[in-house]
């Protein structure tokens, strides 16, 4: 037994070393080698076995016929060598020689289990897992043989799975997938099996990716073998379901899968399981159906893939597009099909299928990367698409809501896919195109849904709104659109409009970061759109929810503070309006409801409660449920609660604690004292909004019978109650002081006012140390509250404010030791001597206050605190009321009504210290003759050199100064520190001038710097008052006078710094106009007073003057329109050069500008243009000021270098005119309206410059808006100036014949305006002699009267005729006659032109419409500055709701954006007349008499989008001029018709060649080329419409198309340009029928010629074609098909000498059939 052993194992290594030889032989074909090893282990197991093959002899060999004897010792080694984890042929050899020892083992009696089954089945797992797949299937195949019974199986099953760790989880899998997959082929019972494994597969498909890829690639097909198909099916889907649940939550089959919470990752997953599974679900989610009971998870599934946008899910789209078009196509394709769908829709199969096709196309375009396609095709598809729906809409008889519509039928729900498609796309430019082009989807036919329009569309609206707009939209066309669109979801929502509007604007103000101009549209729809619904669409309690989303932190106060007041006033008339039939709440609720309504008026802006007190009393009216009256009287009781001296109801607390966030929230018994005072403001609010509503009464009524009654108690007695309640003091009090803000002429008793003043005195001296140290603690919070009392009801000299003062001094001058309570002391001293400081009234008082304050020092932190924003450590329970951030940077005047801040954190103290501190510094500096008393104060206590370091001191602390307290900063250093530094008039002050010109440096640069560092991303971060006094502080008349002085003939530090901001203020909002009025006052206040012969002053003031001139400032885009602040509006001093005095005295009507300019770019320019047109105007009658003259240098130095810049501009055939609106038009705009407007004022000397300049710039064209200014001041100046003008300068310039029409057409208007003068003159009854200049100037218009360009043409000949006539009428023709010989011929020449003009019935025509327009041509009125302010209008006007904006009857212009282009000029209307009687001359069936204005109709379409109306002109809306450098005027119109056109060619009955009658297509083939093109084999439909249109332009005899069909489609079309109704049209297929129409050309004797690049082929030039030929193209990249080349006669190619060695077929194509004309015509020449 031994020896057999040994001879045993010798055997097997044999075998193993064999199979390894055996592979290397085979070529490393395992396959092979499996076949060679099965055959040599059937040898060895017959006897006799004859065969021709070596399979015997090396089975003897090997010894084969040994491994019978014992299989288990065979079993035993093949599962050793099993577990080394050999690979390749020896494994092979392995397994093959297992399965066989396996069978033959279980073939012998049994004897129980054999010892090798445990070994095997622990070592398959892993095999199965690595071994390849040839090994693992017969180590599947040896376990299933062993594993006889199906428990035996499960449990072998469940341990593969329960072995496997997480880490290696994919490998379990894959074993447990060959190991069932060999069960259940092995086994005949395989229920158990499959159940078993149908449950691991639902799990692993819910883990990782791994586990997913294995199951559903090697187990999921074998159980979906062996199972019954409905069973598989349901299994799968309930897998693909599990994949679309959010991570973690179980598969239970109750739960709704809410597929579009899926992430894309899901989505991906479940398509790939569906798309491989598609043939089992599609059947059985039953899609095709078209009885509505289809799954609406695979629906959705399905609709999801197709809405991925991006460019890496374009694998999604396609699987999703697979199992849809699968669904569709079984569905049409039914028998049943039309019967149903004609049943359920009403609609037949075609059209079904033409909108699924159509949909397809549709789709397509979005796949390219590029957005010109989806352009291209977006009107003709959506047309029939929409039309499709809105026929489904119509014949929808079944009753089914279009959304339950099966989803072989194209529903709205399958365009909303599209469209989210579209708007998820990889393209910004396909984004916005199909945002844009979706509002103006008719709603009625597209059925959008709310989920789709609230959560797909309002989104991407809300931040992609700017780059929706045009330019111009001057008549909100867009905003229209949108308009239409919300307000068409409102009406047609089937639950009502008010339940629409109500979820619009809720889920509006849920978006996110929010644009203030979609929030704008649709606060305007909702307001405009008409809601009729008995219910309110806004119950109280959801307005009070939206007004506290709306006014808190992430909506309002995060829109540019210039468009806060008309989103807030919009926003609360909109909850009015919504909740209008609101009832009323429960009485158990009112107190908590008023709480909340005066917690919402709290959250108002202060800078913008003046304007929206209506619309707030409207807002608390509704939500209170009560007439005004009434909901006045619930403030009252509220505001009286709050200050009675119990405790307060909880529900204010409650109210609280659930409505603010911080601290407060925990406070649930009483109201906290900082949180009386809070509902405090919002309940005085409330009852002054409520009573602005309520008619009748002066405005001071509700003071004296609400508020005063409901805080009196409380006042009585209130200095002597030590036991009142905190809260209920604060109400009083700060009720008291706000209503007094409100209303200043409001009067409290005297015994209230001293009750509140003993009762704050005794609080301050708390606060400043004079008692316990915790107390000074305790008092902090409340020291602006009683800073406020003493600044309303203080007065001066009294004991009160005596003590107060004093003992805030003492608290200023005394050493600090850093602890809390000393830093606070010095705080509370500060905030109180700035309420005392406006009633100091002794100067010496009010020196010692300015002196001690300007050495007061900011706190910093206590000793101990390491962070500045820790809480100060109050003992007493006050609640919190947290000014917001983003409100401080609002307005400073703020601090005036409702006083400084809160100290609540470290980080308040020094900000109120330094803003109490400032403030009342500025205040008294501002004081009359304060600076002299100062100097007179400093003088007595021997300090001569006082008040220069006082100035030192306050420029020294610049640097530490932030917004706001640098605001006040800037009013001390205008009123103290630049007087006494820099001096006033030369006064000697002490500094030297090297000293001044560092100091002016400096102050300089960080003034320019610190608004630079306040401007960022367009929007300012510094309030509005802040900025102006830092301009003021710059601009200053003493800078000013200092920078001459110190700066002579440079450009000084502050000149640079004004230069630096401009540019700045074209990039960020309100910097310029900031800038202007300061600049500007002082300017004009220089001129007033200016130095005798200062030269520097005109030279640098005209600098900056221009740059205001060309200047355009940033605005906030607000969709069509646009928003800036006032210039003056927040400035902290009235009388200062940023103030309202000072706009006042830049122009007398600057307040009447800035309201109709305010919302444009170009404010700072007309208060520019108005402060300069000022002072000519109340200049000396014939002088011309110096500053003027100076600005109008630089403007006319600053047109000619940019006009020399375009005309040298590399590039001879470019026009010389720049492009609209291009930079360099908008300057030459700006630059030629300032000298129109300062040369309205010439006088002679001024004239002698400008008009030199203006005739130099009128040889070169103009756009036409630049050209009209340059006209009116020409016709200006030479009438005022002819001696200058007329002869030295128009008449030469008449004199050049060869200029553009539009050089002649200016010259010729002044020439006409000067006729036209000239004639009235001569009709008047005392007649004067004409001028010597008339004669020469007819004879140089007389030529033009024979222009080729008519309007040119009309132009002359009415001004000559006008003249000519009153000469002759007046008999003074005598007067023309030249001195010369030809005196007498130059008067019958022109005599008789006149007779020819008079008698011509086609010339009068002419001038009677001619007429109107040049006697409307009103030089005087066009010239001067109210042309374009006062005559004119600005669109799009931005009016408040309720605000009346008159409107001119009849505008001079009407203005389409900020350059103020002219909406009308005098060639553009003489143009369009001219060309209007040049189409009736043609036409010649209309009556001469009776024709319409062009300007008539023009006028009356623009005042009806200045007016909102829909009035629409007859006429079609003026045509845009192009203006070249030379040829004529207007095009055809323009253009003398000297022949009548031949009739037009006879229209093709159909558009393909067969549909055509015999008699149309005899006519369209005369004459033509007998050259045939076949385009057979090209594919692409725009190179086959590129050949059509160049084989109709050379006419070519025919054209052949792979189909005709192309012929009809858009794309074809859209380049053919309707070539394909001239040229016959062939359809010639490729393959049999193409070879067929070859052979039949040559039977016709036509050539066939290739172009194609062959051995043979000839070079073009080298060829000489035949008359007829057949030119045959090839395909766009293979080119012309080998089989068809022997039918050729020739081929031809194209020389070429690029890199690139082909050309597209069009391209090709069209190069051949040129040198075919070209030849033929070279023949038809030769043989004439």
Not at 735 to 754: F, H, I, M, S
Not at 815 to 840: F, Q, R, T, W, Y
Not at 1028 to 1053: H, K, Q, S, T, Y
């Amino acid at each position: 037994l031994a020896s057999l052993g040994q001879a045993r194992a010798q055997c097997l290594d044999t075998f193993e070393a064999y199979a390894v030889r055996l592979q290397e032989i085979l070529g490393g074909n395992l396959e092979k080698l499996e076949a060679a090893l099965e055959l040599l282990l059937q040898c060895a197991g017959q006897e006799n076995a004859v065969t021709t093959t070596a399979a015997p002899a090396d089975a003897s060999l090997l010894g084969l016929n040994l491994l019978r004897v014992d299989p288990d010792a065979v079993i035993d080694w093949c599962l050793s060598r099993l577990g080394q984890g050999s690979d390749g042929p020896a494994s092979l050899s392995h397994v093959v020689l297992l399965e066989h020892a396996v069978t033959g083992s279980l073939k012998l009696p049994a004897a129980g289990v054999p010892a090798w089954r445990t070994t095997l089945l622990s070592l398959a797992p892993s095999a199965l897992a690595c071994a390849p797949a040839l090994i693992s299937q017969r180590i599947g195949r040896v376990v299933a043989s062993t594993l006889q019974n199906e428990p035996d199986a499960i449990r072998w099953l469940s341990s593969v799975m329960e072995q496997g760790s997480s880490d290696q989880s994919g490998a379990a899998m894959r074993a447990f997938a060959l190991g069932a997959r060999a069960l259940i082929e092995k086994h005949d019972s395989k229920e158990a099996i499959c159940s078993h494994a149908w449950e691991v597969a639902g799990k692993a498909m819910l883990r990782e990716a791994e586990e997913r890829q294995v199951c559903c690639q090697q187990l999921l097909p074998t159980l979906v073998a062996a199972s019954q198909a409905e069973e598989a099916a349901e299994r799968i889907a309930g897998m693909v379901e599990g994949l679309l649940r959010p991570a973690g939550e179980g598969a239970s089959p109750e739960q709704i899968v809410n597929v579009s919470a899926a992430t894309v990752a899901q989505v991906r997953e479940a398509l790939n399981l569906a798309t491989a599974f598609s043939s089992l679900l599609l059947d059985y989610w039953q899609l095709r159906s078209l009885s509505g009971n289809h799954n609406a998870v695979a629906h959705q599934l399905i609709a999801s893939g197709l809405c991925s946008g991006r460019k890496e899910c374009g694998s999604l789209r396609k699987q999703a597009r697979f199992l849809l078009e699968s669904v569709v196509q079984k569905a049409l394709s039914d028998s049943s099909a039309s019967q149903q769908i004609q049943k359920i829709a009403n609609l037949n199969l075609q059209s079904v299928s033409a909108a699924w096709r159509n949909y397809w196309e549709l789709f397509d375009t979005l796949e390219d990367y590029s957005s010109h396609l989806l352009k291209s095709s977006w009107e003709a598809l959506i047309t029939r698409l929409m039309f499709f729906l809105a026929g489904l809409r119509d014949s929808n008889t079944s009753g089914l809501h279009l959304a339950a519509l099966p989803p072989v039928i194209p529903s709205p729900a399958w365009l909303e896919v599209f469209l989210v498609r579209a708007l998820d796309h990889d393209n910004d430019s396909v984004q916005k195109f199909a945002l844009g082009q979706l509002m103006c989807l008719d709603q009625s036919a597209a059925c959008l849904s709310e989920s789709f329009i609230l959560e797909e569309i309002l989104p991407r609206f809300s931040h992609s709104i700017d780059s929706l707009y045009s330019k111009h939209d001057v008549e909100q066309t867009f905003e229209g659109q949108v308009a239409a669109f919300f307000a068409g979801f409102i009406q047609r929502h089937e639950d009502g409009p008010a339940a629409a509007a109500r979820r619009l604007l809720q889920t509006v103000l849920g978006i996110r970061a929010i644009h203030f101009t979609p929030l704008r549209l649709i606060l305007t729809t909702l307001m405009d759109v008409e809601i009729c619904s008995e219910a309110p669409a806004l119950e109280p309690e959801h307005a009070l929810e939206l007004a506290e989303k709306f006014f808190a932190g992430e909506v309002l106060l995060r829109m540019p503070i210039s468009t806060r007041l008309r989103l807030a006033s919009l926003f609360l008339r909109v909850v009015a309006r919504l909740g209008q039939a609101a009832s009323r709440p429960a009485p158990d609720d009112m107190q908590a409801h008023v709480a909340r309504v005066a917690g919402v008026a709290t959250l108002v802006p202060d800078a913008i409660l003046t304007q929206v007190r209506e619309p707030l009393g409207l807002f608390a009216q509704i939500c209170l449920s009560t007439e005004p009256g009434e909901a006045a009287a619930l403030a009252a009781s509220l505001l009286e609660s709050l200050a009675q001296p119990a405790t307060g109801n909880s529900a204010y607390a409650n109210t609280h604690a659930t409505t603010t966030p911080g601290r407060e929230s925990h406070h649930q018994k009483a109201v906290s004292p900082m949180v009386s005072a809070k509902l405090t403001l919002g309940s005085i609010r409330l009852i002054w909004a409520l009573h602005g509503v309520q008619a009748g009464g002066a405005s001071e009524e509700w003071f004296q019978l609400l508020l005063w009654p409901s805080l009196a108690p409380s006042l009585q007695d209130l200095s002597r109650r030590s036991y009142l309640p905190r809260k209920a003091a604060v109400a009083a009090l700060f009720g008291c002081t706000y209503a007094l803000g409100l209303l200043p002429n409001a009067e409290v008793p005297q015994d209230a006012r001293v009750e509140m003043l003993g009762y704050v005195q005794a609080k301050a001296a708390l606060s400043l140390g004079f008692g316990q140290a915790d107390e000074v603690v305790q008092e902090a919070p409340w020291v602006w509250l009683y800073a406020k009392v003493i600044e309303k009801f203080g007065e001066s000299g009294s004991p009160f404010m005596k003590d107060v003062l004093a003992r805030a001094r003492q608290v200023i001058v005394q050493e600090k030791d850093g602890s809390a309570h000393a830093i606070l002391m010095s705080v509370a001293a500060a905030s109180l001597l700035g309420a005392i400081a406006p009633k100091v009234e002794a100067a010496s008082e009010r020196c010692e206050l300015f002196l001690l304050l300007s050495h007061a020092q900011a706190p910093v932190k206590p000793n101990g605190c390491t962070d500045s924003r820790f809480e100060i450590g109050f003992s007493e329970d006050m609640g919190a009321w947290l000014r917001n951030r983003l409100e401080e940077y609002d307005d400073l005047h703020r601090v005036d009504r409702e006083g400084l801040g809160r100290v609540l954190e470290w980080r308040d103290a020094s900000g109120v210290f330094l803003v109490a501190k400032w403030r009342a510094m500025a205040v008294v500096a501002r004081c009359p003759g304060f600076l002299a008393a100062l100097s007179l104060h400093l003088a007595s206590t021997a300090k001569t050199d006082g008040l220069l370091m006082l100035g030192r001191n306050l420029f020294a602390e610049l640097d530490s100064l932030q917004p706001p307290q640098v605001a006040y900063w800037a009013v001390v250093a205008r009123h103290v520190a630049y007087p006494t530094f820099f001096g006033v008039d030369g006064a000697n002050v002490g500094s030297t001038d090297g000293e001044q010109r560092d100091m002016l440096l400096t102050l300089c640069q960080w003034l320019r710097g610190s608004i630079s560092q306040s401007v960022g991303d367009g929007s300012v971060f510094m309030p509005r008052g802040c900025m102006l006094e830092l301009a003021a502080a710059l601009c200053d008349p003493v800078l000013r006078a200092a920078e001459l002085r110190l700066f002579p003939g440079e450009i000084g530090p502050l000149s640079a710094a004004v230069k630096e901001l401009l540019s700045l203020g074209e990039l960020g909002t309100n910097v310029s106009r900031a800038v202007s009025v300061p600049l500007l006052a002082t300017l004009v206040a220089e001129q007033q007073s200016p130095s005798e012969g200062n030269s520097d002053a005109n030279s640098s003031a005209s600098m900056l003057l221009t740059s205001l001139l060309i200047h355009s400032e940033y605005v906030i885009k607000d969709g069509a329109l646009s928003h800036s602040l006032d210039p003056s509006s927040g400035a902290l001093d009235p009388s200062g050069p940023g103030g309202p005095s000072a706009l006042a005295s830049v122009s007398p009507n600057a307040e009447e500008l800035c309201s109709k300019f305010s919302g444009t770019s170009g404010l700072p320019r007309i208060l520019t243009l108005a402060a300069l047109d000022a002072l000519a105007q109340r200049a000396e009658t014939g002088n011309f000021p110096a500053l003027l003259a100076a600005v109008l240098e630089r403007l006319l130095a600053l047109l000619r270098k940019e006009l020399e810049t375009l005309l040298k501009r590399p590039g001879g055939n470019k026009p010389v005119t720049p492009m609209p609106l291009s930079p360099q038009h908008r300057l030459q705009l700006r630059g030629w309206q300032a000298v129109l407007i300062l040369g309205s004022h010439a006088n002679r000397a001024a004239a002698e410059v400008l008009i030199p300049e203006l005739f130099w710039h009128l040889r070169t064209p103009h756009l036409p808006d630049v050209r009209d200014y340059q006209e009116l001041l020409g016709c200006l100046l030479c009438s005022r100036f002819p001696d200058l003008a007329i002869q030295p300068i128009l008449v030469p310039a008449l004199s050049g014949y060869d200029v553009p029409p539009q050089v002649s057409a200016s010259l010729l208007v002044i020439c006409s305006f000067l006729f036209r003068d000239l004639a009235a003159d001569v009709s008047a009854p005392e007649r004067r002699t004409l001028p010597r200049w008339a004669s020469s100037l007819v004879g140089a218009v007389a030529p033009y009267l024979g222009h080729n360009s008519a309007y040119v043409r009309g132009m002359g000949s009415w001004g000559f005729f006008e003249f000519m006539n009153a000469v002759k009428v007046a008999g003074a023709l005598e007067e023309l006659s030249t001195a010369d010989e030809h005196g007498q011929a130059f008067l019958n020449l022109i005599s008789e032109l006149h007779c020819f003009l008079d008698s011509n019935k086609e010339c009068s025509k002419m001038r009677r419409r001619l007429y109107r327009v040049f006697q409307d041509f009103e030089v005087g009125s066009k010239t001067a500055l109210e042309a374009l302010t006062q005559l004119s209008e600005v669109l799009p006007r931005d009016g408040l709701p309720g605000q009346n904006n008159p409107v001119l009857l009849q505008p001079l212009h009407i203005f389409a954006d900020s350059d103020f282009r002219p909406s009308q000029t005098f060639l553009t209307f003489l143009k369009d007349e001219v060309a209007q009687e040049m189409d009736t001359m043609y036409q010649g069936d209309t009556d001469a008499t009776q024709y319409s204005s062009f300007s008539e109709h023009w006028q009356e379409a623009q005042l009806a989008v200045l007016r909102g109306n829909s009035v629409v002109a007859d006429e079609p809306s003026e045509a845009q001029e192009t203006d070249q450098p030379s040829g004529a005027a207007g095009g055809a119109s323009g253009l003398q018709r000297k022949f009548v056109p031949p009739a037009p060619p006879c229209p093709p009955e159909g558009c393909s060649g067969s549909s055509r009658s015999a008699a149309t297509a005899e006519l369209l083939a005369r004459s033509r080329q007998p050259l045939v093109v076949i385009a057979s084999l090209v594919d692409k439909i725009p190179n086959l419409a590129g050949l059509c249109r160049t084989c109709e332009v050379f006419h070519c005899e025919a054209l052949c198309l792979p189909n005709l069909k192309v012929a009809s489609e858009q794309a074809f079309q859209s380049i053919s340009v309707t070539a394909e109704k001239w040229l016959p049209l062939k359809g010639i297929a490729r393959g049999a029928p193409l070879k067929s129409q070859l052979l039949e050309l040559r039977r016709r004797g036509y050539a066939l010629v290739g172009v194609e690049q062959t051995h043979t082929s000839v070079p073009l030039d080298k060829w000489t074609f035949g008359e007829r030929t057949a030119i045959l193209l090839g395909a766009e990249k293979e080119g012309i098909d080998a089989e068809l080349l022997p039918l050729l006669d020739a081929c031809v190619e194209i020389p070429q000498q690029g890199q690139l060695r082909s050309l597209n077929v069009h391209v090709s194509g069209s190069v051949v059939i040129w040198e075919y004309v070209r030849q033929a015509r070279s023949r038809a020449a030769g043989s004439s």
